[in-house]
T-cell receptor
Framework: EAQVTQNPRYLITVTGKKLTVTCSQN?????MSWYRQDPGLGLRQIYY???????DKGDVPEGYKVSRKEKRNFPLILESPSPNQTSLYFC??????????????FGSGTQLSVL | AQKITQTQPGMFVQEKEAVTLDCTYD???????LFWYKQPSSGEMIFLIY??????QNATEGRYSLNFQKARKSANLVISASQLGDSAMYFC????????????FGSGTQLTVLP
């Protein structure tokens, strides 16, 4: 089954304690990205990746890191989480533009609370 | 400037009636794609419908249709014969050109279907 797998589904942590949210896709997609969702703001892109070892900032990259060492994996790293990073996070992937599979495939989301 | 605008934070519709969710967009790129996603209370993002800027006809997917008015830069979602299961948050999104940044989302419309 084609899917994007994100873990964990829920995470509660404290300020300053490093954490990683994992993301993996099984569709051999080139593009992967991370979004955060906050009430009234919709989804905002944090980082994206066009392929292995190619990443770039989205609209709200401050306080986040990513890496793309393998095509299928795109972890999101919070080196020193702060309460304003409390949010619902989504990983997403898709193939190259022009393919019929234009849509983004989303993971099931990670609800992060930073105390 | 907002690239995607959804002016209706909340909407109510009676079961079995049709409802239109508004979306306007802003881009100078002649090549772009417009998407609608549904997010039920469980949180997952469900792809509904896609419209490319060069598509001659409005997209349809079952009970969903996209009313694409290019000159007005609007891409409204029409849901026919509403069902209780349609109650959810709906997001309009745009991909510009071959942008690797993937999608820009609106702030969403919370639809409630009344029995």
């Amino acid at each position: 089954e084609a899917q994007v797998t994100q873990n964990p589904r829920y995470l509660i942590t404290v300020t300053g304690k490093k954490l990683t949210v994992t993301c993996s896709q099984n569709m051999n997609h080139e593009y992967m990205s991370w979004y955060r969702q906050d009430p009234g703001l919709g989804l905002r892109q944090i980082y994206y990746s066009m392929n292995v070892e190619v990443t770039d900032k989205g609209d709200v990259p401050e306080g986040y890191k990513v890496s793309r060492k393998e095509k299928r994996n795109f972890p999101l790293i919070l080196e020193s989480p702060s309460p304003n990073q409390t949010s619902l996070y989504f990983c997403a992937s898709r193939g190259f533009p022009g393919q019929t599979n234009e849509k983004l495939f989303f993971g099931s989301g990670t609800q992060l609370s930073v105390l | 400037a907002q690239k995607i605008t959804q002016t209706q934070p909340g909407m109510f519709v009676q079961e079995k009636e049709a409802v239109t969710l508004d979306c306007t967009y802003d881009t100078s790129d002649p090549s772009y794609g417009l998407f609608w996603y549904k997010q039920p209370s469980s949180g997952e993002m469900i792809f509904l419908i896609y419209q490319g800027s060069y598509d001659q006809q409005n997209a349809t997917e079952g009970r969903y249709s996209l009313n694409f008015q290019k000159a007005r830069k609007s891409a409204n979602l029409v849901i026919s014969a509403s069902q209780l299961g349609d109650s959810a948050m709906y997001f309009c999104a745009m991909r510009e050109g071959g942008s690797a940044r993937q999608l820009t989302f609106g702030s969403g419309t919370q639809l409630t279907v009344l029995p």
